[in-house]
């Protein structure tokens, strides 16, 4: 097969390389360099954003301007000042022990600096999100970076190619634009660090390709996260949240409230709230300007799919909109929750990142819990209890990447929150100090003193070794 993304490729290569040179010649930027280049994409952002917004728009047919705004422009934007205040700290040398008695009057000290050139895989999501906010840390951390967008997102990947083109020298960060053939490339620089966010089937290939280089990766990858209800939270403003969460982004969002586990004499008061919830407060939802559109025809038939498998199956579907169908137009679809479906379902087996709620019954905590810690570990778990000690003890006998109590997807909005997977959900973190930290080398410094006893460790070994050994 010809490959389509020659010239792409050509270019990474291009400005793989002047990164490289760059990064040799100016290794370490001080830290008023950084808050320069941190105020740079401030800037960048905020002048682009109705052309962030435009193209949001014709990547998803429909996306809701306010969250274009507070997801893809304005959490960037706090998340770089949050940055800027802070990493003069961050980036401040730590004193680590060293033991007089041996080191004399040595010093130890971690001194975090650049790692160097770092790529940016990124999905389709959150396409500005997801690019620059990790594009805050790498610059914090004084690196160089060049950023990948999906090919499902074009009008995005052009605006994000300009952007950058516009506000950064290509030696110091660039955006190169392409398919699949061009994904596969990118894998396979000597990257000094990778960044990959999307899916785990496509995680584990980013891995491979990277153990070949020893290149260091970072996976943001997806899974099902759960919601854990106690039989005390089933009320209809923790349903509501619920819903809210399910519908951010039409549930394309990683941190999605995937399934719930509610107790079974609840269930019908959970279907009672979410009814009560979309009909008073999102009439019409679907055909809405707040319902983005799913991200392609493809997407759209898996989702209309997983309905149609769950019905086959004799599952109970409950489509929480009166009379809404599927739009394919503008690829949008009702929420509807699904009542103990079977596990074999591709509902239950994949994550559905679509607007599908499926609904589990459980007849106690510790088989609730016993279902969550039976799958693989998810990338956030979220837990409503009204007792604060239940909610805590729910966290202390589960896994996951990250957790909220009675709230869904909210800890990934706090910039200084570290973000990540566990296992099958990912490795690695970035937000604040934690992506500070990962994208940066922790290189440890020994300065030599007066005083210790560094005779004994080299030959010839004689008395003052045998001394210390007795
Ligand atoms: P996608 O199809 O856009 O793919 C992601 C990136 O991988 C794209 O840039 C794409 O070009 C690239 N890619 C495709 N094939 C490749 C290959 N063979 N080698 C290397 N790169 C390749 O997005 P997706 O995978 O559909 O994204 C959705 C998934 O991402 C979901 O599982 C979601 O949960 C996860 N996600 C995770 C986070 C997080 O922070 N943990 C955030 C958003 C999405």
New binding site residues.
């Given amino acids: 097969m010809p490959n389509t993304d020659e010239a792409a490729i050509a270019q990474l290569h291009e400005a793989f390389a002047a990164q490289k040179a760059a990064f040799v010649r100016c290794l370490y930027p001080s830290i008023d360099e950084r808050r320069g280049h941190l105020a740079a994409l401030i800037r960048a952002v905020t002048s682009y954003r109705a052309r962030i917004k435009e193209a949001l728009r014709a990547d998803f047919a429909v996306h809701p301007e306010a969250f274009s705004d507070l997801a893809e422009v304005l959490s960037v934007v706090t998340r770089a000042m949050y940055a800027a205040e802070n990493v003069t700290v961050w980036a401040a040398d730590e004193e680590r022990f060293t033991d007089p008695s041996i080191f004399g009057s040595a010093r130890a000290t971690i001194r975090r600096r650049p790692k160097g050139v770092i790529g940016n ?6 396409p500005f999100e ?1 690019s620059l906010g990790p594009l805050v840390e790498m610059l914090a951390a004084g690196n160089r970076a060049i950023l ?6 074009p009008a995005c990947g052009e605006v994000l190619r300009e952007m950058i083109a516009e506000n950064f020298a290509p030696d110091h960060v660039t955006v190169v634009v392409g ?2 053939d ?3 490339a ?2 396979n620089m000597r990257w000094d660090h990778l960044l ?7 995680g584990r ?2 891995a491979k ?1 990277a153990a070949q280089n020893l290149v260091p990766v970072t996976l ?4 099902k996260s759960p919601v854990l209800l106690h039989e005390d939270a089933i009320t209809a403003e923790n349903v509501a949240q619920i819903l809210g969460a399910k519908a951010i982004k039409n549930g394309q ?3 999605s409230t995937d399934y719930c586990l509610v107790p079974r004499a609840s269930v019908p008061d959970f279907v009672r709230h979410a009814r009560a919830h979309m009909l008073e407060r999102m009439p019409g939802y679907s055909r809405s300007e707040d319902c983005a559109g799913i991200i392609s025809e493809r997407h759209l038939d898996r989702l209309v799919g997983m309905l149609a498998e769950a019905r086959s199956r004799g599952c109970e579907v409950i489509t929480l909109e009166n009379d809404a169908q599927v739009d394919r137009a503008t690829r949008r679809m009702p929420l509807s929750l699904v009542l103990d479906p079977p596990e074999d379902l591709a509902l239950m087996q994949e ?1 559905i ?1 679509g607007p599908i709620l499926p609904i589990k019954s459980y007849d106690s905590l510790d088989e609730a819990i016993a279902y969550v810690n039976g799958r693989e570990r998810p ?1 956030a778990l979220y837990v409503f209890a009204n007792d604060e000690q239940v909610a805590e003890d729910i966290l202390a006998r589960t896994i996951s ?1 990250g957790a909220c109590i009675n709230a869904c997807a909210a800890h ?1 909005a706090v910039p200084s929150l570290g ?3 566990i296992g099958e ?2 490795t690695g973190r970035h937000h604040g100090i934690d992506g500070f930290r990962e994208f940066s080398n922790p290189r440890g410094v020994f300065v030599r003193g007066k005083g210790d006893l560094f005779d004994a460790f080299t030959p010839p070994y004689g008395e003052m070794a045998n001394t210390i050994a007795d």
């Fill in positions: 895989i990124v999905p389709w999501n959150f997801l990948k967008p999906s090919e499902y997102t398919g699949v061009l994904a596969r990118f894998c990959y966010t999307g899916s785990p089937a496509i290939e980013v390709a943001e990858l997806g899974g969002m990683c941190i994550e990142f990338l990447g990934g973000f990540g997977g959900s990912g």
